[in-house]
């Protein structure tokens, strides 16, 4: 069990970047892999990527692979999601999550809340 809260989620123009934070709190957040799964409007949730407890290992959908970057500081109990050369597209509420389980997937145990990135031209 831990909980999760993300922040860093604006309106921002294509082809900018943006860095989304999640910060774990009540539970051992190094004893989690986290990943960051977004919803945009109308359309399904969607996996974007994920990284294991200690940050070794990255694995990121083909919609985001060299764009956005997933890391952690477990120093901070914080995740982060990099999020380079945005555009239209990437508009969704973003969601990071945390499971015991390193994995790609839209099921996790824990979840935050979401913050929402709007992108505009």
């Known amino acids: 069990q831990v909980r999760l809260a993300e922040s860093g989620g604006g309106l921002v123009q294509v082809g900018t970047s943006l860095r989304l934070s999640c910060v774990g709190s009540?539970?051992?957040?190094?004893?989690?892999?986290v990943a960051w799964v977004r919803q945009p409007p109308g359309k399904e949730r969607e996996f974007l990527a994920a990284i294991s407890k200690g940050g070794r290992h990255t694995t990121y959908a083909d919609s985001v692979k060299g764009r956005f970057t997933i890391s952690r500081d477990n120093t901070r109990n914080t995740a982060y999601l990099e999020m380079n050369s945005l555009k239209a597209d990437d508009t969704a509420i973003y969601y990071c999550?945390?499971?015991?389980?390193?994995?790609?997937?839209?099921?996790?145990?824990?979840w935050g809340q979401g913050t929402q990135v709007t992108v505009s031209s």
């Open positions: 999550a945390a499971d015991l389980h390193y994995g790609r997937g839209t099921t996790f145990d824990n």
């Open positions: 009540e539970g051992p957040f190094d004893d989690f892999a």
